[in-house]
């Protein structure tokens, strides 16, 4: 089943440009994750924020998370090339982790 | 570093065929998982296991099923490959504990014709 929700599904961006995409989910959860992938390096984990967290950073990354909203947000500041890539947001559910469908992110030289 | 493998990248099969996908993990990682992915849809997950011998349906078990003889490897099994399994596969593990990190395999970009 799927829980979460980003948006947009796609947003394209000049380097150098921020670049903040959301998720929504459903349920309560344990906490939330945001994967990043690419065809070079395949689905690969940027940062994990617990429920009872509000904002996380890992370097140029964002993450908070506000429950009473159930809903996240990922900021990418100062984009590079690399970043372009699909983003996905995955909330965990007993041992599971339940997906979003993406978003499709554009970095344009 | 974590590594997970995949037996194959690119597989063509033909309707009706018996399909093995494995997937082998070093981390000594008590959890594994097979996801597939399709445009628009995110992952969905087949099966994991969380032990040896061990294994539960995810949201899309119909049409599969699995198998965990050693720890390290978690093998997906088409027993009747159709084309609406065509899709990418990809296999993941992640420590015994809820809702940790996973770590991903290539993927396997199975095509049923």
């Known amino acids: 089943s799927q829980q979460g929700e980003e948006d947009p599904q796609a947003l394209s961006i000049q380097e150098g440009e921020n670049a903040t995409m959301n998720c929504s989910y459903k349920?309560?959860?344990?906490?939330l994750q945001w994967y990043r992938q690419n065809s070079g390096r395949g689905l690969v984990h940027l940062i994990l924020?617990?429920?009872n967290e509000r904002e996380k950073h890992s370097g140029r990354l964002r993450v908070t998370l506000d429950t009473s909203k159930k809903s996240s947000s990922l900021l990418i500041t100062a984009s590079r090339a690399a970043d372009t890539a699909s983003y996905f947001c995955?909330?965990?559910?007993?041992?599971?982790?339940?997906w979003g469908a993406g978003t499709k992110l554009i970095i344009k030289p | 570093d974590v590594k997970v493998t995949q037996s194959s990248r690119y597989l063509v099969k033909r309707t009706g065929e018996k399909v093995f996908l494995e997937c082998v993990q070093d981390?000594?990682?008590?959890?594994m998982f097979w996801y597939r992915q399709d445009p628009g849809l995110g992952l969905r997950l087949i099966y994991f296991?969380?032990?040896?011998?061990?294994?539960e349906k995810g949201d899309i078990p119909e049409g599969y099923s699995v198998s965990r003889e050693k720890k390290e490897r978690f093998s997906l099994i088409l027993e009747s490959a159709s084309t609406n399994q065509t899709s990418m596969y990809l296999c993941?593990?992640?420590?015994?504990?809820?809702?940790?990190?996973?770590?991903f395999g290539p993927g396997t970009r199975l095509t049923v014709t």
């Open positions: 349920t309560s959860i344990n906490n």
């Open positions: 995955a909330t965990t559910s007993n041992y599971q982790l339940i």
């Open positions: 993941a593990s992640s420590f015994w504990t809820s809702g940790s990190e996973q770590y």
């Open positions: 981390m000594d990682h008590e959890n």
């Open positions: 296991s969380y032990d040896v011998k061990m294994k």
């Open positions: 924020i617990r429920s």
